[in-house]
């Protein structure tokens, strides 16, 4: 009788834990996003700068939630472009595109596909490799039927056809 006791409270002992723990993940993804939210208010009010260290506040939050991790690295991508510094964004979208890929977000893939092959092509003049990216982009687009999107990765990717047959 003893011993099931003891195995009882050590059953309940460990359920209270992971309870807790779980509350603590959950509590902290909320965290994550409302520090988001604040870069997306930021962002959209087109205080650009303003909203990098609400995004990296958050992104120090997502641990290994990767669809977190990409819109972070997205919208810091998004600020730094905003601020017409492709440099910068470049490496945010790649990071962006790789925690992408590892969320499985449809969505987020074909955005930092066409974030990183805009700036491929635009900044650093690598056509073949932001056409692959921005043909990826307009598949993922399409299997998603988002016609807006399609109609802007379409554009950039005749310009930068355009600029490879000249």
């Known amino acids: 009788m003893r011993n099931t006791l003891r195995l009882a409270m050590t059953v309940l002992v460990l359920c209270l834990v992971l309870a807790a723990s779980l509350h603590g993940a959950k509590a902290a993804q909320d965290e994550a996003e409302q520090y988001w939210e604040l870069g997306e208010q930021q962002y ?14 958050s992104l120090s939050i997502c641990g290994s939630n990767f669809e977190c991790t990409a819109s972070d690295l997205n919208g810091i991508g998004a600020s730094y472009e905003a601020l017409n510094d492709d440099r910068k964004a470049f490496p945010y979208y790649e990071q962006a595109l790789d925690a992408a890929r590892k969320s499985g977000n449809k969505n987020l893939i074909a955005t930092n596909l066409f974030n990183v092959g805009a700036i491929a092509s635009r900044t650093f003049n690598h056509y073949e490799k932001a056409l692959a990216l921005l043909e990826e982009s307009l598949e993922l687009f399409q299997e998603l039927g988002d016609k807006s999107s399609l109609a802007v990765v379409l554009f950039h990717a005749g310009k930068n056809a355009q600029v490879m047959g000249s």
């Open 44 to 57: 959209n009010a087109g205080r650009y700068r303003e909203a990098i260290p609400y995004y990296e506040r």
